[in-house]
């Protein structure tokens, strides 16, 4: 069985939808970031992402890599939150023939993977039709 990762449960974006504001120059980088990739700038605010938003592009993964080979085929998409930020995300909970681009859709937090029946248990956020 794989070591579980304490990193995976010490980063805090993936549990809580958060992002760095840039003080400098407000740019809101999500996974956050060290360096602002707009003004260079180093310190950042802690936000709270948006939990709703548009679908920009999507596809449907039918060969996927082996730790998700369980959950195959399943649907990936480009989303714009309501503050402009795009995320990449798993989007469930819709038939494929129903995905479109501008449809409306929310965060949930959902689990994303585990390592077996005895390991640990990854959550993270996918998208839902709002």
Not at 51 to 65: A, E, S
């Given at each position: 069985m794989p070591t579980p990762s304490r990193n995976w449960r010490e980063t805090p974006q993936r549990y809580r939808f958060e992002a760095g504001r840039c003080k400098n120059c407000g740019f809101v980088a999500f996974p956050p970031r060290v360096i602002c990739p707009r003004c260079r700038?180093?310190?950042?605010?802690?936000?709270?992402?948006?939990?709703?938003?548009?679908?920009?592009?999507?596809?449907?993964?039918?060969?996927?890599?082996q730790p998700f080979a369980d959950q195959a085929p399943y649907a990936v998409g480009i989303v714009e939150l309501e503050n402009g930020v795009r995320v990449t995300a798993q989007i469930v909970d819709i038939e494929f023939d129903r995905l479109q681009v501008g449809l409306q859709v929310k965060t949930e937090f959902r689990r994303v993977s585990d390592d077996g029946p005895a390991g640990v248990i990854a959550y993270g956020y996918k998208f839902v039709p709002a």
């Open positions: 700038g180093r310190e950042f605010d802690t936000v709270v992402l948006p939990d709703q938003g548009k679908l920009l592009t999507y596809t449907v993964i039918r060969v996927p890599p």
